[in-house]
């Protein structure tokens, strides 16, 4: 990996910091990503690359957040779609037709186009975006803090320190989440005994515990801004509607034709067409953000059953801590049948299939490989957007 002179190898708690403090969202989420991955590998080395911790996984999300974030090319699917997906299409045409029987002097086509312009497509991936950063900075500010705070004062060690690893622990709030810390509490105690169990088997289940109860932390505390993400294209009718008829009546004439109530119809059909649009504007972005990209570019539709199974140490856990858990928020045990989450925006479908997610690919190593070239993290670390794919 390249080296750049403000940022260390092992990031600390002040890097962190000097992240969260950019104000360019997409920039920072490059290096949010890039940071995920540095402290995942310093902790790999420590357990001795045996399994993922939570940071491995939160790379690749992270990486596949950034895609919202910088809203790349979904404007453009969305108005694709949009403008060519039959009901939306055929009620946009109705609509212009009512309202030039209304004395609208403009063509068909013209009135069309300001119907596609007033809904504005693209505000509906700008307030989804927004969200998506807000909860990319939210979690990143709280748990990559804690990792780096975690490797200076905990990773040290030569042998275990209960008190040492109680004292680290004291610092988190107690109490459960979206406001208590209780679940990164527990987390860290099992990642610090992971760096002491000789048994291997022992060792990547207090890992997978370690990762999965960072997991039902993060996602308790997203809740708000993953569902704000996904309603993003939930325009009101009435402000659509009185952005169209602004649009086509100047002045105040569309206030004196809904007083004469000659815009019944048209109203009516404003609601129908925006149902449409809405919809499938619901659709891409809940398509796009129901999707990760693994290594090796291993799409993974969040929607679907997971293909990949259970690695041999892990078809049967042992570890009474963690089959707690497991009984908790898998609801298929042992299995990755309807694994999918259907509906993103629900806590527990959201945590069933990360804790097969993450079961599935705890002991594959290929989560460590880096997320960008060597070329890509200097400029981003550099403050600039990189080049190629990202």
């Avoid at 780096?148 to 320190?161: K, V």
Wanted: charged share 25%; net charge negative; with cysteine.
């Amino acid at each position: 990996m390249t080296a750049n002179p403000t940022f260390s190898a092992d990031p600390s708690v002040s890097d962190v910091e000097r992240i969260t403090a950019l104000a360019d969202p997409a920039i920072r989420n490059l290096q949010i990503t890039q940071c995920y991955h540095e402290l995942a590998l310093v902790l790999a080395r420590r357990t001795g690359a045996v399994g993922a911790n939570w940071c491995t996984f939160a790379t690749w999300a992270s990486k596949q957040a950034g895609q919202t974030i910088r809203k790349d090319d979904l404007g453009r699917t969305l108005e694709l779609i949009l403008g060519s997906e039959e009901h939306s299409a055929q009620t946009a045409k109705s609509l212009a037709t009512t309202v030039r029987r209304q004395g609208v002097r403009r063509r068909l086509d013209e009135i069309v186009d300001t119907i596609w312009q007033v809904n504005d497509s693209r505000s509906a991936f700008d307030r989804s975006s927004e969200a998506v950063a807000r909860g990319n900075l939210k979690v990143f500010s709280e748990i990559g803090r804690e990792f780096a705070r975690f490797h200076a004062e905990c990773l040290p060690d030569t042998q275990y320190d209960q008190d040492h690893i109680t004292a680290f622990c004291e610092q988190l709030h107690p109490g459960e989440p979206p406001d208590g810390q209780h679940f990164l509490r527990q987390a860290f105690v099992h990642y610090y005994q992971a760096l002491f169990e000789t048994r291997l088997k022992t060792r990547v289940e207090l890992l997978l515990l370690g990762n999965l109860e960072i997991g039902f932390h993060e996602q308790t505390r997203l809740q708000p801004e993953i569902n704000e993400a996904l309603e993003a294209p939930l325009l009101s009718v009435a402000v659509f509607a009185r952005n169209f008829l602004h649009a086509l009546y100047p002045g105040h004439k569309w206030l004196l034709l809904r007083a004469a109530g000659r815009l019944a119809g048209v109203n009516k059909l404003l609601a129908v067409y925006l149902a449409a649009a809405q919809r499938e504007a619901q659709f891409i972005i809940t398509e796009t953000m129901m999707m990760i990209e693994m290594p090796n570019f291993n799409r993974i539709r969040l929607g679907d059953d997971l293909v990949a199974r259970f690695p041999p140490i892990l078809r049967k856990v042992t570890l009474p801590d963690l089959q707690a858990l497991l009984a908790q928020i898998d609801p298929t045990p042992d299995s990755t049948i309807h694994s999918g989450a259907q509906l993103w925006g629900d806590l527990p479908d959201r945590l069933h299939f990360i804790a097969d997610l993450f079961r599935c690919y705890q002991v594959d190593t290929r989560l460590l490989e880096p997320p960008f070239t060597d070329d890509q993290v200097v400029e981003l670390k550099s403050g600039r957007l990189p080049p190629g794919r990202l």
